[in-house]
Structures are given as structure tokens and as C-alpha cells.
């Protein structure tokens, strides 16, 4: 995402996904410390040679790049038994860790649709990352909008499809919506959406009264909808989508996809009705088992809080005009902020690197 400087204390592996990256840019700047990006190999692994290891004291994770943080450690352990200068770096994981011992890490700071068991050195958040500031500790009033209604249009995932039935349910639900409200409506792809799903949304939009605009990364479009859009329609793979929309203070209406379920997925619900759910998530602390993902609890969390409404069919015109509660506490970037500077010798360590 920009050039690695070895120099810099804190230093986050780069997956090179926007949603992920962005989380792990407003953690590092949060702390007020400088950070670098540390491009990783093919399967999130290393690169061969990382030329200066003295600098660094804190490593930033996400999701795959876990290994990577623990052999990044153990690269600067083998550097200071060498003789080499420095300090065992701290290591904070965003995400789920999947087969490595939750005492593995400093600091595990687990995404709400994460299915992680309670540990020691664990931290929940209410939602990702995406959209936070410390400047902004309530969700604001969305304010005079005159962006319409915005649907940020995901992508099949690991744990839900999109499919053109689907496509053509949300752009039926999106035109309701819109009328209800005496507005425009447009469509933005995001930067996993699949040539296949985007020509759906070409059919589909062709001939309407709403507009389809194609992600680009050399573009601020998502950033400009996200300021400007009077209520968001956002699919149900994309949890960072999710987070941004909320932050916005304007309406998000969740589009439910249908699930995907794989045989892990079935094996750990069979796992949890037969009531051994707290074996499974002591196999899970000790890295002895993979743990998945809970959309539909954090989902169905979202909704009960007044952060969403689910789009429906049924729905009467005056339900279509919904906003959300103003001012409610949005502390999930501090509590992270907290933790990571509360850490045992993390400041001590921080202020001798600055």
C-alpha cells in the first residue's frame, strides 16, 4: 500500500485487501506512532529477507497474516540471539487466529462476526474498524444528505452467495425504498465484486431509474457516496461495508444473501447442538481447532440494537423511512487504543523506539 520503511516501530503485514488494511491503518494511527506496511509473498508468507528487524515493536495482523506475525517474532529473536540489536516485538492480531494458541499473541482483538471463544488477551469489538475515528466517539448526525439511496454491492464470500435472483431482489428492494423516500438510487460495486455479478447489475439496472457506477481503486467514489448518501442498502458478506455505512449516523438496511455452508461450517453446529460447544472452544484456545464466523448472531445483534433493519419484502411505506437513534457510543477504536498502550511494557518499549 506504500513503500515499507524498516524504520518505522510499528509495522502491518500487508494483505493487500482494502477492508482489512484499512482497520489495520486507523489502529497504527490511533496509537500516534509511525507505521509501514510490510508487503507479504504468495499464501500471506514473508518475504525472504527483511533487511532491519531493530526498529520494530509492534507487529499489526489480520486474519491470514497470523503465521506470518509469529515467524516475524521469531526472526527477531533469532537476530537478538545472534547479537543482532532490538526487542522482542508485541504482536496484536485483528481477527480470528486460526489454529495457533490464543496465547500466542499479545493482544487478539476479535471482528464481531468472528465465532472466537473469551480469552485472557482478547478483545470484541461491536463492529470492524472501518469508518472509526477518536474524534467521532458517538455515531453523528447524518446532517443535510443529498447522495439518495447508495446500495454497496459485495460479493459471493466464503460464507454467503450472491446470485441473480438475489441481484434482482435487491434492486426491487432498492427502487421501493427510494420511492418512499422521494429519491435517486444508485448501485456501488466493491472491489471483490465478480465480472459475472457486475454484468447482473448491468441487466438489471439497464432501462431504470438507478444508476450503477463500477468500483475503481483509482477513485474516491465509495468515500464521496459514504459522505453524501441519505440511507445505505448494504449486502450481507461485507461486514467492513457494514461498519462504514453505521458510522455514516444515516439509515443502513441489511440485504440478506443466501447462506453457504460448508462441511467445517455443518461439523461445528452438529459440534455446538450436541452441547459441547465449551469443548470446542477450548480445542480452539489451545490451536488444536479452527474456529468460523457467526454472521447471523452478529446479524441478528445489529438488528435487536437499532444499528440496521433487515430489507424485507412487506415492508409499509412508512417503515421504509426508519432512521436510526442519533448519539448512541461508538468506543470500539478507544477500547482497542486502551489495550494495546495498557499492554505490559508496550509504552516503555514505544517511547524508547520514538
Not at 532491519?52 to 495482523?61: M, T
Not at 459514504?226 to 458510522?247: E, I, P, W
Not at 453457504?260 to 452441547?275: C, K, N, Y
Amino acid at each position: 500500500m506504500t513503500f515499507f520503511n524498516p524504520e518505522a516501530p510499528v509495522w502491518i503485514l500487508d494483505t493487500g485487501r482494502l477492508g482489512e488494511m484499512a482497520q489495520c491503518r486507523v489502529l497504527a494511527q490511533t496509537l500516534g506512532m509511525p507505521f509501514t506496511f510490510l508487503p507479504l509473498e504468495e499464501g500471506f508468507t514473508l518475504p525472504p529477507v527483511v533487511p532491519d528487524l531493530s526498529a520494530l515493536r509492534l507487529i499489526l495482523s489480520f486474519g491470514n497474516t497470523a503465521k506470518a506475525a509469529l515467524a516475524l517474532r521469531a526472526r527477531c529473536m533469532a537476530s537478538l540471539q545472534a547479537g543482532g540489536t532490538g526487542l522482542r516485538p508485541f504482536i496484536v492480531h485483528l481477527g480470528r487466529p486460526s489454529h495457533i494458541p490464543a496465547d500466542a499473541f499479545d493482544l487478539i482483538i476479535v471482528l464481531p462476526q468472528d465465532d472466537y471463544p473469551l480469552a485472557p488477551n482478547m478483545l470484541r469489538l461491536a463492529l470492524p474498524l472501518n469508518g472509526a475515528a477518536l474524534s467521532r466517539p458517538c455515531f453523528p448526525d447524518p446532517g443535510a444528505r443529498r447522495g439518495g439511496t447508495v446500495v454497496l454491492y459485495g460479493a459471493t464470500s466464503k460464507h454467503f452467495s450472491q446470485t441473480l435472483a438475489s441481484t434482482r431482489n435487491l434492486i426491487l428492494f432498492t427502487q421501493r425504498l427510494a420511492a418512499a423516500n422521494g429519491e435517486r438510487a444508485q448501485v456501488l460495486t466493491g472491489p471483490r465484486t465478480t465480472a459475472e455479478e457486475a454484468g447482473w447489475l448491468k441487466t438489471l439496472t439497464t432501462g431504470t431509474d438507478v444508476a450503477l457506477t463500477l468500483f475503481s481503486p483509482h477513485t474516491c467514489r465509495f468515500q464521496d457516496l459514504l459522505a453524501s448518501g441519505n440511507r445505505f442498502v448494504v449486502t450481507a458478506d461485507s461486514a467492513s461495508m457494514v461498519a462504514d455505512a453505521c458510522r455514516t449516523g444515516a439509515p443502513v438496511w441489511l440485504f440478506p444473501l443466501p447462506a453457504r455452508h460448508t462441511a467445517s461450517t455443518r461439523l461445528q453446529e452438529a459440534i455446538d447442538a450436541a452441547g459441547l460447544r465449551p469443548i470446542r472452544h477450548s480445542l480452539v484456545r489451545q490451536g488444536r481447532l479452527g474456529s468460523g464466523a457467526d454472521f447471523t448472531r452478529w446479524h441478528t445483534w445489529l438488528q435487536r440494537m437499532g444499528y440496521v433493519r433487515l430489507a424485507q419484502p412487506g415492508l409499509s411505506a412508512q417503515d421504509l423511512t426508519w432512521h436510526p437513534a442519533a448519539g448512541r457510543a461508538d468506543r470500539d477504536l478507544a477500547l482497542c487504543r486502551d489495550r494495546i498502550l495498557a499492554l505490559p511494557g508496550f509504552a516503555r518499549q514505544m517511547q524508547a523506539a520514538i
